[in-house]
């Protein structure tokens, strides 16, 4: 009669899975909660303990390190010293292992969880057993994931000696070493944020796929999308209509999201094209936003990503509706909207909230590795801020810098924005010099048919030179926020006060390589 030894943290599908082993001949065995959850469905199933000779010990410390386990469990079926041995010692092979771990993560990100709690759910002889199991994968199934219960149950009705049973166990081995790589990788986090170590002599970052794609940035680039966390962040986000996604498509959607985070609580819009905005803008409703943002470079915008901070309606959907977009992300879509937006067949359409998840990095490879930073922080206000000018910016140009500080940090540098009435009426973005991000900020100002008198600007970096106050004063500039810092600051104000322009130095950078 041939073995399985289960004992599962998730219990999705265990006593379906338990009566059809039963059902195939199989001799179940378990331990605590997972042993209670198969009697009380009626199979029949016998303590670990009463293999191992051995009762439990240590509040469940100890319980399946055990020779009678994973005797068991290693021994190769095709070496006849090897079944010698298990059976001198009175030991059965054990030929499938359901075990899903502790659940580590969950406790950790308990609020309030005390770390004698997290510790505890570090399992030992979880990992243990599988990693056994998993060696001896010729013979023996490992089932980390209850997903696969149903394709290992007509694997072992099909016949455990068939090529594609082979085949099979040799992928579910996989998985368990990527299922304990994972579990560590959160333990390590763990111990490194106990201690304050943001960033540690090792770092493991475990991601789990989340969707295959058709191809990367280019056709002939295979690609996929993996998740740090799933239920957070893009892999949220719902798809109610469209085409599948593209790498692309994912790159811009958290363009799209970047720009419009720090506008949360407000009425916002933002147009990405490329991972940066041709447009951003606040309004008094969904579809006001849309048209500011749309009008700050409507040819730009053609097969852009829209992201929204508040629920679609009607009339924003039909104007988004008008022009041929690749993507559309909102909290929520009113019905009559959606069905509008769907009437698009190739229009992706998302739904939902993409959160980071809690002490995410912000990750970007190199040749042979990883560049590993704090994600930026969303929030971006005037806490710090101070006039440097001679003339203090008027009630109306405040309100513009703050709108054009949030709105630049989304840019690609070297990065400037003019802002007027709560709107981007230019963006230079992806410049080698920060004058020339200045000229082709007003130039596409100017190709919009809008006027760069009176206007306010945004700028993600000091100003090296005053060369860029000039270039902005030439377009009717009249305010701008920058961070601050360089070493011709003086020279920088000084032109500014020539001009007559308000200016504020921030003390913080927001540059987006």
Same mark, same amino acid.
């Given at each position: 009669?041939?073995?399985?030894?289960?004992?599962?943290?998730?219990?999705?599908?265990?006593?379906?899975?338990?009566?059809?082993?039963?059902?195939?001949?199989?001799?179940?065995?378990?331990?605590?909660?997972?042993?209670?959850?198969?009697?009380?469905?009626?199979?029949?199933?016998?303590?670990?303990?009463?293999?191992?000779?051995?009762?439990?010990?240590?509040?469940?410390?100890? *319980?399946?390190?055990?020779?009678? @386990?994973?005797?068991?469990?290693?021994?190769?079926?095709?070496?006849?010293?090897?079944?010698?041995?298990?059976?001198?010692? $009175?030991?059965?092979?054990?030929?499938?292992?359901?075990? +899903?771990?502790?659940?580590?993560?969950?406790?950790?990100?308990?609020?309030?969880?005390?770390?004698?709690?997290?510790?505890?759910?570090?399992?030992?002889?979880?990992?243990?057993?599988?990693?056994?199991?998993?060696?001896?994968?010729?013979?023996?199934?490992?089932?980390?994931?209850?997903?696969?219960?149903?394709?290992?149950?007509?694997?072992?009705?099909?016949?455990?000696?068939?090529?594609?049973?082979?085949?099979?166990?040799?992928?579910?081995?996989?998985?368990?070493?990527?299922?304990?790589?994972?579990?560590? =990788?959160?333990?390590?986090?763990?111990?490194?944020?106990?201690?304050?170590?943001?960033?540690?002599?090792?770092?493991?970052?475990?991601?789990?796929?989340?969707?295959?794609?058709?191809?990367?940035? +280019?056709?002939?680039?295979?690609?996929?999308?993996?998740?740090?966390?799933?239920?957070?962040?893009?892999?949220?986000?719902?798809?109610?209509?469209? *085409?599948?996604?593209?790498? +692309?498509?994912?790159?811009?959607?958290?363009?799209?999201?970047?720009?419009?985070?720090?506008?949360?609580?407000?009425?916002?819009?933002?147009?990405?094209?490329?991972?940066?905005?041709?447009? !951003?803008?606040?309004?008094?409703?969904?579809?006001?936003?849309?048209? *500011?943002?749309?009008?700050?470079?409507?040819?730009?915008?053609?097969?852009?990503?829209?992201? /929204?901070?508040?629920?679609?309606?009607?009339?924003?959907?039909? =104007? @988004?509706?008008?022009?041929?977009?690749?993507?559309?992300?909102?909290?929520?879509?009113?019905?009559?909207?959606?069905?509008?937006?769907?009437?698009?067949? +190739?229009?992706?359409?998302?739904?939902?909230?993409?959160?980071?998840?809690?002490?995410? /990095?912000?990750?970007?490879?190199?040749?042979?590795?990883?560049?590993?930073?704090?994600?930026?922080?969303?929030? !971006?206000?005037?806490?710090?801020?101070?006039?440097?000018?001679?003339?203090?910016?008027?009630?109306?140009?405040?309100?513009?810098?703050?709108?054009?500080?949030?709105?630049?940090?989304?840019?690609?540098?070297?990065?400037?924005?003019?802002?007027?009435?709560?709107?981007?009426?230019?963006? $230079?973005?992806?410049?080698?010099?920060?004058?020339?991000?200045?000229?082709?900020?007003?130039?596409?100002?100017?190709?919009?048919?809008?006027?760069?008198?009176?206007?306010?600007?945004?700028?993600?970096?000091?100003?090296?030179?005053?060369?860029?106050?000039?270039?902005?004063?030439?377009?009717?500039?009249?305010?701008?926020?920058?961070?601050?810092?360089?070493?011709?600051?003086?020279?920088?104000?000084?032109?500014?006060?020539?001009?007559?322009?308000?200016?504020?130095?921030?003390?913080?950078?927001?540059?987006?390589?």
């Amino acid at each position: 009669m041939p073995r399985a030894l289960l004992s599962v943290s998730d219990k999705t599908g265990l006593t379906d899975f338990a009566s059809a082993l039963h059902t195939l001949g199989w001799e179940l065995l378990s331990t605590g909660g997972t042993a209670k959850a198969i009697r009380d469905a009626g199979i029949p199933c016998a303590d670990v303990s009463a293999v191992t000779q051995f009762p439990e010990m240590l509040d469940g410390r100890v *319980k399946t390190l055990h020779p009678a @386990v994973h005797g068991g469990l290693l021994a190769r079926r095709d070496l006849p010293e090897h079944m010698a041995a298990i059976a001198a010692h $009175g030991i059965q092979p054990i030929d499938l292992v359901c075990v +899903n771990l502790y659940p580590f993560r969950a406790t950790a990100r308990r609020a309030g969880v005390a770390p004698h709690e997290v510790i505890e759910q570090i399992d030992i002889g979880g990992p243990s057993m599988i990693r056994s199991a998993a060696k001896n994968f010729e013979s023996v199934y490992t089932v980390v994931d209850p997903a696969d219960y149903e394709r290992v149950l007509a694997s072992i009705t099909a016949g455990v000696a068939s090529t594609d049973a082979s085949d099979l166990r040799r992928t579910l081995a996989a998985k368990v070493f990527e299922h304990t790589a994972a579990y560590d =990788a959160a333990i390590a986090r763990w111990f490194a944020a106990q201690r304050g170590d943001r960033f540690p002599e090792r770092l493991t970052i475990a991601l789990e796929h989340q969707q295959s794609l058709r191809y990367g940035e +280019n056709p002939g680039q295979n690609a996929a999308f993996y998740v740090d966390e799933p239920g957070a962040g893009l892999g949220a986000l719902r798809q109610l209509g469209g *085409k599948e996604l593209s790498f +692309n498509n994912l790159l811009d959607l958290e363009g799209a999201l970047l720009a419009s985070d720090p506008f949360a609580g407000e009425t916002a819009c933002a147009i990405v094209k490329h991972t940066t905005p041709c447009g !951003l803008a606040t309004g008094s409703s969904a579809v006001e936003a849309y048209k *500011k943002a749309l009008a700050c470079d409507p040819t730009s915008a053609f097969g852009a990503v829209i992201a /929204f901070t508040v629920p679609v309606d009607l009339e924003a959907a039909k =104007a @988004v509706a008008s022009l041929f977009v690749e993507c559309v992300v909102a909290p929520k879509f009113e019905p009559d909207a959606l069905a509008i937006l769907l009437e698009k067949k +190739n229009l992706r359409v998302l739904e939902g909230t993409a959160t980071v998840p809690t002490g995410s /990095f912000d990750l970007k490879t190199v040749r042979g590795g990883v560049l590993v930073q704090e994600r930026a922080s969303a929030r !971006l206000d005037d806490a710090d801020w101070q006039v440097v000018s001679e003339r203090k910016p008027t009630a109306a140009e405040y309100k513009d810098l703050l709108f054009a500080w949030r709105a630049v940090a989304s840019v690609k540098s070297n990065a400037i924005v003019l802002a007027r009435d709560g709107a981007t009426i230019g963006i $230079g973005a992806g410049q080698m010099s920060r004058v020339d991000a200045a000229f082709l900020a007003a130039h596409k100002a100017t190709a919009a048919s809008h006027t760069t008198a009176g206007s306010s600007l945004g700028s993600d970096a000091f100003f090296p030179f005053r060369d860029g106050i000039d270039q902005a004063a030439a377009a009717g500039v009249t305010a701008i926020v920058q961070p601050g810092g360089s070493v011709r600051d003086a020279d920088v104000i000084a032109a500014a006060n020539e001009h007559g322009i308000a200016m504020i130095f921030t003390g913080r950078r927001t540059f987006r390589h």
